[in-house]
């Protein structure tokens, strides 16, 4: 099976290569790129495409390599010793399984999502290591191994937060997701919005586009705000000439809360717009 991007998704030929190569070498495939650039929404749509459950680990700050795996709740196993539970004695009644061993012991190939991997501390890539290598691991309470039967397809999302360890990055096929340019983000937006005005989107795409290349940016606005923008100058019944105006007092473009997202940025460009009104004076 080849994935080729869906109907919701729009794969540019490089990406599609690189999942189809870790698909075929059963190798981590490592996404990074900008916030907002579909990095988990690839893994929904891999899984889609290939008809395989998708497994989802989606990684926090305190998120631990062992958790992956399983959890032995020794606390829970003292308390129903205490209150007699006749289940204290099969130490497999506190084992919480984790969402490694719910991928290997699928029933169906699946796919498994480790997002925002760097979120987590520099030691969770390296504490994961041998597992995703060998797609094995043991449980010493229990002494059994769990062993995957086939190697699911593991997607791994990154946002650049942090370096990845070498010895992890050797054991992944790597792809970065670059920024799209305006012919893709034409095919993504026909994507969600089927019909919608050319010029307006033109308009909107200049806009768009102009506001990601002011110097000196802290957020620059991705795809899915551009999506979000859109999707509120539809709702809204803009009229076309308030996007076409091009007034350099007026340097903040309209509902812009879905394209800037804080206050450093917001007060540049009235500072800008500031600027503009001073010097046509």
Not at 105 to 133: C, G, H, M, Y
Not at 198 to 223: C, N, Q
Not at 235 to 253: F, G, H, S, Y
Not at 275 to 281: F, L, N, P, S
Request: hydrophobic letters at 40%; charged letters at 30%; aromatic letters at 8%.
């Amino acid at each position: 099976m080849r994935f080729e991007g869906t109907k919701d998704y729009v794969a540019t030929d490089d990406l599609k290569v690189a999942v189809n190569a870790a698909v075929l070498l059963r190798r981590p495939l490592l996404v990074k790129g900008e916030p907002g650039t579909g990095k988990t929404v690839l893994a929904q749509e891999i899984a889609k495409a290939l008809d395989a459950p998708l497994i989802e680990w989606n990684v926090k700050s305190t998120t631990k390599a062992h958790q992956g795996l399983y959890e032995y709740d020794a606390v829970a196993r003292l308390r129903d010793g205490q209150l007699g539970d006749p289940r204290v004695h099969d130490i497999s009644n506190y084992i919480r399984k984790g969402k490694l061993w719910e991928a290997f012991t699928s029933p169906k190939l699946p796919v498994l999502l480790i997002d925002e991997i760097d979120k987590a501390d520099i030691e969770f890539p390296n504490d994961l290591l041998q597992e995703l290598d060998r797609m094995a691991f043991h449980v010493y309470e229990t002494g059994e191994t769990v062993a995957a039967q086939e190697r699911p397809v593991v997607v791994i999302t990154s946002n650049n937060e942090k370096e990845l360890p070498d010895a992890f990055l050797r054991r992944c096929f790597f792809h970065y997701i670059k920024f799209p340019d305006r012919e893709t983000m034409q095919s993504i937006i026909d994507v969600h919005f089927p019909g919608i005005q050319k010029m307006l989107v033109s308009r909107a795409m200049d806009i768009f586009y102009e506001v990601r290349e002011v110097p000196g940016l802290k957020k620059k606005p991705s795809t899915s705000e551009l999506l979000d923008w859109l999707k509120l100058i539809l709702n809204e019944d803009m009229p076309l000439d308030v996007l076409q105006e091009r007034d350099p007092t007026k340097a903040i473009p309209p509902l812009h809360g879905a394209l800037l997202k804080n206050e450093q940025d917001i007060m540049m460009f009235e500072r800008l717009a500031f600027m503009a009104r001073r010097q046509g004076r």
